[in-house]
């Protein structure tokens, strides 16, 4: 197979070398120190240098180090290497896969032939799909930053931002960009032709988003589906939201999500124009509504200062000072109260609601500050008056970014006529938080505070109140000074562990659990002579010599199954994650493997067993998959977790302590002897399995203890339970 010159423009590192070879990192290393003949950097640094995709594809086939470059790496590594940037390549990925998904025929027509009769007639074809979907590429957004509310005049004010723009996803295509992208594109085509348009784009916009997660602010797809389902119901009445509106898109997670309730148009606005492109190819990829996306600062220059919109989802930018309090204090906006220097969030709450029909609904992501600072309290209060603050739904810790803060979720509704008694619910679900960092328990979630909802909805109140979850609170008793909306200080506290019969179970596992440590607590161990002296061995020669099977976990997979991660793998609990969606094929555990983390400087090593295997390893496990014929599992995983063993193989990366599986050590040893030290490190797990055991029970016990004499349900007599 011969390379054009746009592979050979395009430039891998040795991590993008590593995964087209399968293969770690130090196993580019190596092959650069040993092989004379491996491809020259040709760009980036000394100390992270970038070879040509090209060469580097040749002298893995030459050395027989793969057959063939599988197509969806070729394509990725083609994204990362464009010569416009990785967004742009995106992009364009996105404009060619919306012609293969919209007008396939045509796309058969472009493509055959050579590139350059590719490049010459691509941008007509894209032109063709693209104006009917977005507008025509010239069109601009009307200059009107915002819309004067009916009254007297505003006071002058500073001059408006800048007029936005519509996202550049339909500019123009030139006949040299196409021709420069024409190998790449082929490849997203083919790709497309294996997995479809749609699943590509996600799979090659997730790959993105993975590599660079600190660029980007995400939304999880479960909360976005229930802030979807929050705004836009599956079965709405009459008739369900026609527009929903994101003013800060960002990748597009939520106007994806309420595509399917069966809206019809979608609007979209970003301060990013690339993001505010990408969106609009996804979501056109996704769905037959119309999209109308714009690129601009929202607060400053409102690209739909005319509309009116059923719904509005958002997830604002947090704890912003430049958000144009000075330029925007006579803004029509602010209905409700000019929002303070700090609080930007409260800005975007105005602007939902301003963009909404009445009695259109706005949910908003807040962070839990917005809902007690003092600086906020004038607003907040205007807003339960006239009925516009609906609820304040509290969730639980690592819902969303950022992980460590529990936020929480407003929905609004843009006013009519005044309720005669306005009420408004409160929600936190809180205890529903998971273990690990899989995330927290999102059908529990999703159940309680749709549940909740629905039934404050319709009803205005809700009728029966569900301590420790939510309940319903006349306006005027949270119009105090310091209008403090926090879920959980309005909530009345759930029983006490569940009642004093809960805690009188807890009890008596505690105790079964104690004496079961008792039992499983080890022997002395024989250490009579000095240490031996094994001959060593290494996890990187046993994996070189077919003893074991190395794998490293995967970021996505084309289905949704449970996900091991590695807070499971040091806390020792089930898998407690979810496997993104994507088109990776995911490592499925089977029992007797072993699996180690590789961050955080633990010595830790887990035997996967029958209740653990089928699930997906996450991101920073590596899995050992032994021989049974040459290996025991428990004699591999127990030599892995020596102290010493850990710290010769660690170095640091940054702030992080990362561990080089494949240097880790262990003995030779003849099969019999492997089985007995295996049943040794056996039972080490089963008593450590047991003392966690009994220390979650006894927190558990204790913080019920607690709580039930603090609130009243037990009392310290020695009658009380």
Not at 490 to 500: E, F, I, K, N, S
Not at 511 to 536: Q, Y
């Amino acid at each position: 197979m011969q390379h054009n010159e746009t592979d050979r423009a395009t430039e891998v590192t040795a991590a993008g070398i590593a995964r087209l070879a399968g293969v770690g990192r130090a196993a580019v290393s190596n092959w650069r120190r040993r092989h004379p003949d491996f491809p020259r950097p040709v760009g980036g640094t000394e100390t992270s240098p970038s070879f040509a995709l090209g060469e580097v594809e040749g002298w893995l086939r030459r050395h027989g180090k793969l057959a063939e470059v599988p197509l969806r790496e070729r394509v990725w590594q083609q994204l990362v290497g464009h010569p416009e940037g990785a967004v742009a390549a995106l992009t364009h990925a996105g404009r060619v896969l919306l012609l293969i998904h919209d007008r396939p025929t045509r796309w058969l027509e472009v493509s055959s032939g050579p590139d350059d009769r590719l490049a010459a007639l691509l941008p007509a074809a894209l032109e063709e799909v693209l104006t009917p979907r977005f507008g025509a590429p010239t069109a601009q957004a009307p200059a009107a930053v915002n819309t004067p509310a009916p009254g007297p005049a505003p006071a002058p004010g500073p001059a408006p931002g800048p007029a936005p723009g519509h996202a550049p996803v339909n500019a123009p295509l030139t006949p040299p960009a196409a021709l420069a992208s024409a190998p790449y594109l082929r490849g997203v085509a083919e790709l497309a032709a294996e997995h479809g348009a749609r699943q590509t784009f996600e799979f090659l916009l997730g790959r993105h988003l993975d590599a660079n997660p600190r660029q980007y602010t995400l939304t999880p797809a479960e909360l976005a589906a229930l802030m979807a389902d929050l705004a836009c119901p599956a079965d709405p009445a009459p008739a369900p939201p026609r527009t929903v509106l994101d003013p800060a898109c960002g990748t597009g997670a939520l106007l994806r999500a309420a595509a399917g309730s069966g809206a019809r148009e979608l609007y979209a606005q970003d301060d990013a124009a690339d993001l505010a492109a990408l969106t609009a190819l996804r979501l056109a990829l996704h769905s037959r509504a119309g999209v109308r996306a714009a690129t601009a600062d929202t607060l400053r220059a409102d690209a739909f200062p005319d509309l009116r919109a059923d719904a509005v989802l958002c997830h604002p930018p947090f704890n912003e000072r430049n958000w144009g309090h000075d330029e925007l204090a006579y803004d029509p906006r602010w209905e409700y109260g000019f929002p303070a220097r700090t609080e930007s969030e409260l800005a975007w709450v105005q602007h939902a609601l301003a963009r909404l029909r009445d009695g259109g609904t706005a949910v908003l992501l807040m962070p839990p500050a917005a809902a007690s600072r003092r600086s906020g309290r004038r607003v907040r209060a205007d807003l339960l008056r006239r009925g516009a603050l609906r609820a304040v739904l509290a969730l639980p810790l690592g819902a969303a970014p950022p992980y460590n803060i529990p936020l929480h979720l407003w929905v609004l509704r843009r006013p009519g006529p005044p309720p005669a008694q306005p009420e408004v619910l409160l929600a936190d679900v809180a205890r529903f938080a998971g273990e690990g960092r899989g995330g927290p328990d999102w059908r529990a979630v999703r159940e309680s505070l749709l549940d909740a909802w629905r039934a404050f909805d319709g009803e205005g109140r809700l009728a029966e109140e569900r301590p420790g979850l939510a309940r319903s609170l006349p306006v005027i008793a949270l119009l105090d000074d310091d209008v403090d909306l926090a879920p959980a200080r309005h909530l009345p506290p759930a029983p006490a562990a569940d009642g004093a019969g809960r805690l009188t179970d807890v009890r008596d596992r505690l105790g079964t659990a104690l004496r079961r440590t008792g039992e499983l607590t080890p022997p002395p161990a024989d250490t009579a002579g000095p240490a031996p002296r094994w001959p060593l061995t290494t996890v990187g020669e046993l994996a070189r010599a077919g003893a074991l099977v190395l794998r490293t976990g995967t970021s996505g997979g084309p289905a949704r199954v449970p996900l091991l991660t590695d807070h499971d793998v040091l806390a020792g609990t089930a898998p407690s994650g979810t496997l993104p969606e994507g088109d990776e094929e995911p490592v499925l555990t089977e029992a007797g493997d072993v699996v180690v983390p590789v961050l955080g400087g633990g010595s830790v090593a887990r035997v996967v067993d029958e209740a653990t295997a089928g699930a997906a390893l996450g991101r920073n496990l590596v899995l050992l998959r032994p021989d049974p014929a040459a290996l025991d599992p428990w004699f591999l995983a127990g030599f892995l977790r020596g102290t010493a063993n850990n710290r010769q193989a660690s170095s640091y990366a940054s702030t992080a302590t990362r561990l080089d599986v494949r240097r880790l050590q262990l003995p030779r040893l003849a099969p019999a002897d492997q089985r007995r030290y295996g049943a040794r490190f056996r039972a080490l797990d089963e008593f450590e399995s047991a003392l966690r055991l009994a220390a979650r029970l006894g927190e558990q016990l204790a913080r019920g203890m607690y709580d039930g004499l603090t609130d009243g349900t037990l009392t310290p007599e020695p009658g009380g339970k």
